[in-house]
């Protein structure tokens, strides 16, 4: 994905929102006037009273119009522009795409829905539309639990720059990067949605199915009777599109971790136990374990789930951690139990700064603290500093470009309120006058960025806004300066 100016934008596919200058979005915040620039009401895919009704709520208590216009543009965007809600086999199916690109992305979807999850028990349609996504998801984990992403139905070719790896593909399928996240993302968004409504009903015996596969899938992909069945090959000029050694990618040891081919990022790991994507393993083992004894009544899937996180948070115990010449005792981001160790943090999820979030870690552990200082520091070489912003990216968009992502992160993690208003600034001042949070940014030219339509980051920078309005809302009540 290129990058794209303004210009390019408003000539593209971010062109298709309606952009209406009045209200909070004529007014003037340092310049720059942002408009509202929700699609017509007509034209939204899913319309939920309670989100709705929280826009306006916490809008009321936000003195900076900018981040008000922001949150009524960004935090609707999953349901105003990316969901398709259905039925299959007489049950609730939702199909979502991730914004300019139509696929579902396991990882994606579910990062998409989870803001809305607080909000499920009071609004039905919204609670059978995020049943949907957890059908679905289990009927695409079904097809093939190797894949990342998925096309609308089974008649569909992959993704373009997909059509040609070398790799098992299957009907339905739009891309295979083996990505340890993806899985565990289906974990959170089921247990938080059970967790939030008290609703069973996804959770029948086509999801229990898909459950097992995902703990088979993770025992196979500990490797410790071979390299198991995933391999990987894609003709690019992108060394991180493509895996090494026959597709089976770098060799480390079968120490108790989970081989991860792929980074969030879809971005090809260098050391194949990447230790922020056990540690999120771990946590969704346990949520899959409780749920397997309380909803699924299956005693054998909850003790093989439990025993395979304590192996697992055992190997990231004695193999996930340095020590770090400056910071001490920190978390690696990848290692391959021979000794080597990669030192650097993305601004995907799961990543060293987002441990708390997908809470792999408390905001206040020694251990995670060390470990954000580093990343926020030039020992990262993915994090940067310049006359935009500062922030962390990775290899996926290049050096010198910032993920605003990462910034969510930092400003969702942070117990410093002076960090949170920092961040909240970059993020105002840095959607190129359109409103929304893009996938990256140049660090010197905010107007220079990638993925006019990123619905992920919209969504979450929703989330920052309204956790904030429920626990610090005195600082939204003062304006940005």
């Not at 990316?82 to 939702?94: A, H, L, S």
């Not at 990022?265 to 309380?294: E, G, K, T, W």
């Not at 299956?298 to 055992?314: C, G, I, R, S």
């Not at 940014?441 to 956790?467: I, S």
């Amino acid at each position: 994905m290129t990058a794209m100016n303004r210009r390019e934008w408003l000539k593209g596919a971010g062109a298709a929102l309606a952009i209406a200058q009045s209200g909070f979005g004529a007014r003037q915040a340092h310049g720059a006037v942002l408009p509202h620039a929700r699609p017509a009401k007509s034209a939204r895919h899913f319309t939920s009273a309670a989100v709705e009704e929280t826009i306006q709520r916490v809008q009321r208590g936000m003195a900076d119009p900018s981040l008000a216009v922001m949150l009524e543009n960004c935090y609707p965007n999953t349901l105003d522009t990316t969901v398709y809600p259905g039925t299959f086999e007489g049950k609730p199916d939702t199909y979502v795409v991730t914004g300019d690109i139509d696929a579902m992305w396991l990882r994606d979807s579910s990062a998409q829905l989870w803001p809305y999850l607080p909000l499920a028990k009071q609004d039905a349609p919204l609670r059978e539309l995020l049943e949907g996504v957890i059908r679905r998801q289990a009927r695409m984990i079904l097809i093939d639990p190797y894949a990342n992403a998925f096309m609308r139905d089974a008649s569909a070719a992959p993704l373009s720059w997909a059509v040609n790896d070398l790799t098992d593909h299957h009907a339905g399928v739009g891309e295979r990067k083996w990505e340890l996240d993806s899985l565990c993302y289906t974990i959170r968004l089921a247990h938080g949605y059970w967790q939030q409504t008290g609703d069973t009903r996804p959770f029948d015996a086509q999801w229990n199915e898909s459950a097992w596969t995902i703990v088979r899938t993770f025992r196979a992909q500990q490797r410790k009777q071979g390299q198991g069945p995933y391999k990987f090959q894609r003709s690019s000029p992108v060394p991180t599109d493509t895996l090494p050694l026959g597709g089976f990618g770098n060799p480390a040891v079968p120490v108790g971790m989970i081989f991860s081919m792929f980074r969030p990022s879809d971005d090809a790991c260098i050391y194949p136990l990447l230790v922020p994507a056990n540690l999120f393993a771990v946590v969704s083992l346990r949520q899959l374990a409780q749920m397997a004894a309380q909803i699924l009544h299956d005693a054998k899937l909850a003790a093989e789930t439990e025993a395979l996180a304590a192996e697992v948070e055992k190997a990231l115990n004695l193999y996930g951690k340095v020590n770090h010449p400056k910071f001490g005792e920190i978390w690696a981001y990848e290692v391959d139990g021979y000794g080597n160790a990669l030192m650097m943090d993305d601004a995907g999820a799961p990543g060293l700064l987002s441990l708390p979030y997908l809470g792999c870690s408390r905001k206040d552990d020694p251990l995670y603290l060390r470990s954000r200082q580093f990343v926020h520091s030039a020992s990262n070489p993915y994090f940067v500093k310049g006359k935009a912003a500062e922030g962390v990216g990775g290899p996926h968009v290049g050096i010198d470009w910032v993920w605003p992502m990462a910034i969510l992160y930092r400003a969702l993690t942070s117990t410093d309120e002076r960090e949170i208003r920092q961040c909240l600034r970059w993020l105002r001042d840095t959607t190129a006058g359109t409103g929304f949070i893009h996938e990256s940014f140049q660090k010197d030219d905010a107007m220079n960025f990638t993925r006019p339509w990123f619905a992920w980051a919209n969504t979450l920078f929703g989330e920052l806004v309204v956790n904030l309005a429920k626990e610090r809302p005195a600082l939204l009540a003062v304006p940005l300066t």
